[in-house]
């Protein structure tokens, strides 16, 4: 499997991705891939050589080990591991469809783009991330329950009891290396639960975003700032009123001035008269 090429292709999410979605895929690929691909892989590789039985009889040994093992640890964690991978590819696919769609306004003359911003997480790329995030943490959900249901638990046993057939009888059969085994078990299932938390958080972080910048919108988007005096005059027309009179009035100062001067006239035709 080229593991590799998988992280190319999704290393290209992280662009569009947010904090919490960068730390899950270093998560994934430092934590779970590397340790997989390096170690892991070799831990199990020599299992159904390694596991001993304490009988001669043919196919005894064949029979207990698929009853201990009925799904290989290498081949469970794989799957999980593609198919957590996977939803990813479905916001890198609506950005390339959001991108096809500006080429072709673009080819055919019509003008302004219907995506100004292709990676932004708006409208239906919104929902598409959300619904990659679900389908994420409920893929690592449900294989960690698998492989505790079919081991009974994480942990491995160093003897196990096998009674099947053609086994005569009841037979001890032994596990190479079961603790070295149970670490890296351990080791997996805590990486799948961080990244489940991970994925939890970011749903958590999107969706209240989301919510504040609705309310945002509901309280402060439909409104209009208008200036306090123009609020002023609309809550109390009277005003408006006062100051129209106002500006009608005569000023008291030429009232007086031309008193003065009706007065100094008078008083040289008393003077003229005597």
Same mark, same amino acid.
Not at 141 to 156: P, Q, R, S, T, V
Not at 176 to 194: Q, Y
Not at 224 to 242: A, G
């Given at each position: ?7 190319? %292709? ?10 919490? $979605?960068?730390?899950?895929? /270093?998560?994934? =690929? ?14 199990? $590789?020599?299992? /159904? ?11 005894? !040994? ?10 290989? *640890? ?24 959001? !991108? +096809? ?11 302004? *783009?219907?995506?100004?911003?292709? #990676?932004?997480?708006?409208? #239906?790329?919104?929902?598409?991330? %959300?619904?990659?995030?679900? =389908? ?13 249901? @079919? ?28 603790? !070295?085994?149970?670490? =890296?078990?351990? =080791?997996?299932?805590?990486? /799948? ?6 994925? @939890? ?5 999107? @969706?209240? +975003?989301? $919510? ?8 402060? $988007?439909? #409104? ?5 005096? *123009?609020?002023?005059?609309? %809550? ?8 129209? +009179? /106002? ?17 100094? !006239? ?9």
């Amino acid at each position: 499997m080229n593991w590799a090429a998988l992280q190319a %292709l999704l290393s290209g999410v992280n662009q569009y991705s947010t904090a919490f $979605g960068r730390v899950w895929l /270093s998560m994934v =690929f430092v934590f779970r891939v590397m340790v997989f691909v390096v170690a892991a892989q070799k831990v199990w $590789g020599d299992e /159904s050589k390694d596991f001993v039985c304490n009988t001669q009889q043919p196919g005894c !040994e064949n029979v207990c080990y698929d009853q201990v093992f009925p799904i290989s *640890h290498i081949r469970l964690w794989a799957l999980q591991l593609i198919f957590v991978t996977c939803p990813s590819l479905m916001v890198v696919g609506h950005v390339k469809y959001r !991108e +096809k769609k500006n080429a072709q306004s673009t080819a055919t003359n019509q003008g302004k *783009h219907p995506y100004q911003n292709p #990676g932004k997480k708006q409208g #239906g790329l919104w929902w598409t991330y %959300l619904v990659s995030l679900i =389908f994420k943490a409920s893929f690592d959900a449900g294989f960690l329950y698998i492989l505790y249901y @079919i081991y009974d638990g994480y942990d491995l046993p160093r003897l196990t009891k096998c009674s099947l057939e053609p086994c005569p009888n009841t037979v001890d059969c032994y596990i190479s290396r079961p603790t !070295e085994k149970k670490i =890296f078990t351990l =080791f997996m299932v805590v990486s /799948s639960a961080i990244c489940i938390f991970m994925c @939890i958080c970011e749903m958590t972080y999107l @969706i209240c +975003k989301r $919510g504040k910048r609705f309310v945002k919108q509901k309280v402060f $988007g439909s #409104g209009r700032m208008y200036p306090m005096s *123009h609020e002023m005059d609309k %809550l109390s027309p009277s005003n408006s009123n006062l100051r129209s +009179k /106002s500006s009608h009035k005569i000023d008291p100062t030429v009232s007086n001035q031309n008193l003065t001067n009706i007065k100094t !006239e008078r008083v040289p035709e008393k003077n003229e008269e005597s």
